[in-house]
């Protein structure tokens, strides 16, 4: 158990300070470059992320599943799989990449504008080191060393931080395109920071004989993993894609303007979802965390249950936080990350069904773990759909308008959760245990009345840290004596 508590206590305390570090990054570089420099990095970003999602073919995941994996039960040299791996990566890199370089016309033809080309050319470099970075860190946490992998994230996003803001500085009284390029250099550079800290400490503990290392054929044993998890990634951004067009035409039958209704979408977009999961990223650390001991321990189902029980548990417990502060607080956090809190009302609507989305990690976990890539896609595409059907359906309907793009998205997300919560149970048959169950609910009753009662921010502050303790207690009362058991000892953390 101190094991496990001091893993996640330092990678979630790591996670703060990336997400503090990007927090700041993302106002500075809005200010300094500006509504037109923001507009050009919205042109260029869809791209380029969609880009990364296609060369990276969800190779990371599928390396900390199989090497975990084979850390058990010995059926693959760990070498094998990661040059298989480095195999598809450059091979899949090099022919987005390809694509890339001829896509000018494309540009010119879409967008009227072919400034965005050359970032994206800058960026090339940017994809290859990417996604080799991302082999490295599957490896990793396949091996609990998750320490390393965030602190790789920490210095680049200093790194990033850095350079960024000198060559801004330096290029000041330059146009902004100029400046526009410089941050994506910047972006690139930073990459190869994360890439020679993770290649560093690899390399100390391991020796690298790569040329003598033979792959057996073992790039199709990645690839039958690896393609429902690119085929999720791809349905996602398409859907992201459509979304704002499905919303535009329907608002357009209700006599709404197209400003009117891209102003609704980026209240939404940027101001309410970024504060609905801005805790997100504590739920993402433990299921990275859980994930290469859901692969080890699927075959014990007791040391599996004490392992699911436990990260269900901080799930609730960060879901719990979050909602607090969308429901109770939504004008007060909005004006304190974004000055802006026109988007409170559509925080405070979405509140409740986002406290489920944050169980989705674990879930996802499960399912990669136990090789159920298909199961995955699954509910992504029925969700992705229903979200599509909604949003466009509801906000044609003149009582609803606007309204109908958040309530799709609700009923959305929470259709994906309990796809998720179904098919990840069909799995590991994880049974609630009921002490746990009721104890977590009346404690987060009582903090619900008692914030319900006492409204304002410092008493939410105060009444947070009141309950630090009684959590803490409840956690050893239940988890102090369990331990994670395994025949393999050496390749077994305790829990």
Known sequence: MKIFSKSIQSILIIGILIKILGLVYKIVITRILGLEGMRLFSLIMPTLSLSLCLSSMCIPTVVNQNVAKNLIHK?????????????????????????????????????????????????????????????????????????????????????????????????????????????????????FASFGYLLFKIKKRTAIRYQNIRTEGYEKNILKQAFPLTLEQVV???????????????????????????????????????????????????????????????????????ILSKSFFFCFLIAAFNFMVCFFYPKEFLLLLFGDDSSSHIVYLLSVLYFFFYFNPIFIAILQSCQKEKKLLLSTVISCIVTLLCVFGLTLIPQIKTAGYIIGLGIGSFIRFLLLLIFANQEVHFKIDKKIFLSCLLLGTVYFIVNLFYHHLIYFLGITLCFGPPILLLYGHFYKNNKTTSPHKKHTTPF
Request: a positive charge.
């Open 75 to 191: 059926n693959t040299r760990v070498s094998t799989i990661l040059k298989a791996a480095f195999h598809i990566t450059f091979i899949s890199s090099t022919l987005i990449c390809t694509i890339l370089l001829l896509s000018f016309p494309l540009y010119q033809l879409i967008y009227q504008n072919s400034f965005i080309y050359y970032p994206l050319l800058i960026c090339i470099p940017l994809i290859y080191i990417s996604n080799i970075t991302g082999i490295l860190r599957g490896y990793l946490e396949a091996n609990n060393k998750f320490q390393i992998t965030y602190l790789a994230n920490f210095f680049e996003q200093i790194a990033k931080i850095l350079l960024t803001f000198l060559v801004i500085f330096l290029l000041k009284k330059s146009p902004v395109e100029q400046q526009v390029l410089a941050c994506f250099v910047c972006m690139t550079i930073s990459e």
């Open 236 to 306: 996602i951004s398409v859907t992201n894609y459509l979304e704002p067009f499905l919303f535009y035409f329907a608002a357009s039958f209700n006599s709404i303007s197209f400003y009117d209704a891209s102003l609704y979408y980026t209240q939404v977009t940027s101001y309410a979802i970024p504060l609905l999961i801005f805790a997100f990223f504590g739920v993402q650390s433990i299921a990275k965390f859980t994930f290469p001991k859901i692969t080890r321990l699927k075959e014990q189902p007791e040391n599996l249950h004490i």
